[in-house]
């Protein structure tokens, strides 16, 4: 049994009167431990299904299963705790007037209980950060630093899954790579599940053996990673991987 099953997950939003499909069917599961890769343009759907997935809104149709179990619209405590999302904007996921510290603090006892207190050190170490940088400001962190703290932040709640909404877009390729192999030992160390999202076919092929392929709400392509760069069999894949060739 999957760990997390999507059952035609359909989502449409109105705008001025008309009806706009943001996803329309998908279909997918994802393993115990696996880094699965959602790759597509801008309005394709990606960061949309990241939103239901964290409870943030609820599916028109369709439903999630976590160990085989619907995850109701009202999820519990310790369903919300299983997933955690990891935003593109890490910076502006903090809270400004408050120290990285006491907003990794807050998010665990509202997650865990008033009594939970994370082990800041333990955190710092894991994300490979001095813990004197958590008493700083976010404006008073580089790009890098704050997505490893957000990486903290959610990893501190022990999810089962960890949702990455485009989470290197903003990064230089340096860090980028940093980035990805934090994220990798980390989801190996904690046995963690993640979905990676990116705009990015060879970004996604440095982390994740298996890739959707998402265009206008639907998804067109899946496979292991390898297969679907190395012989994509849709026309619109053949476009995302032609676009990174032409950019590069």
């Given at each position: 049994?999957?760990?997390?099953?999507?059952?035609?997950?359909?989502?449409?939003?109105?705008?001025?009167?008309?009806?706009?499909?943001?996803?329309?069917?998908?279909?997918?599961?994802?393993?115990?431990?696996?880094?699965?890769?959602?790759?597509?343009?801008?309005?394709?759907?990606?960061?949309?299904?990241?939103?239901?997935?964290?409870?943030?809104?609820?599916?028109?149709?369709?439903?999630?299963?976590?160990?085989?179990?619907?995850?109701?619209?009202?999820?519990?405590?310790?369903?919300?705790?299983?997933?955690?999302?990891?935003?593109?904007?890490?910076p502006g996921s903090f809270q400004p007037r408050r120290r990285v510290a006491a907003s990794i603090r807050e998010a665990v006892k509202s997650l865990c209980g008033r009594a939970a207190?994370?082990?800041?050190?333990k955190l710092c170490a894991l994300v490979g950060l001095s813990p004197d940088l958590a008493q700083r400001y976010p404006r008073e962190l580089s790009?890098?630093?704050?997505?490893?703290?957000?990486?903290?932040?959610?990893?501190?709640?022990?999810?089962?899954?960890?949702?990455?909404?485009?989470?290197?877009?903003?990064?230089?390729?340096?860090?980028?790579?940093?980035?990805?192999?934090?994220?990798?030992?980390?989801?190996?160390?904690?046995?963690?599940?993640?979905?990676?999202?990116?705009?990015?076919?060879?970004?996604?092929?440095?982390?994740?053996?298996?890739?959707?392929?998402?265009?206008?709400?639907?998804?067109?392509?899946?496979?292991?990673?390898?297969?679907?760069?190395?012989?994509?069999?849709?026309?619109?894949?053949?476009?995302?991987?032609?676009?990174?060739?032409?950019?590069?």
């Open positions: 049994m999957s760990l997390l099953e999507a059952r035609d997950i359909s989502k449409s939003y109105r705008r001025n009167g008309l009806r706009t499909d943001a996803l329309r069917d998908v279909r997918f599961t994802l393993d115990d431990g696996e880094i699965l890769g959602i790759v597509g343009e801008s309005g394709s759907g990606k960061s949309t299904l990241l939103r239901l997935l964290s409870g943030l809104e609820k599916p028109d149709r369709g439903e999630f299963l976590l160990d085989g179990k619907p995850l109701p619209a009202k999820r519990t405590k310790e369903q919300y705790r299983a997933i955690q999302m990891i935003f593109q904007d890490a207190e994370p082990d800041l050190d790009g890098g630093q704050c997505q490893r703290f957000a990486i903290a932040r959610a990893v501190a709640a022990s999810p089962r899954i960890l949702l990455c909404d485009e989470i290197t877009s903003a990064l230089d390729v340096s860090t980028q790579a940093q980035v990805l192999r934090l994220l990798a030992d980390i989801c190996r160390e904690k046995h963690m599940a993640a979905l990676f999202v990116s705009h990015d076919l060879s970004v996604v092929s440095c982390l994740c053996s298996r890739v959707l392929v998402l265009y206008e709400g639907s998804l067109v392509e899946e496979g292991p990673v390898r297969r679907v760069i190395g012989a994509p069999e849709e026309a619109y894949t053949k476009r995302l991987l032609d676009s990174v060739l032409e950019v590069r």
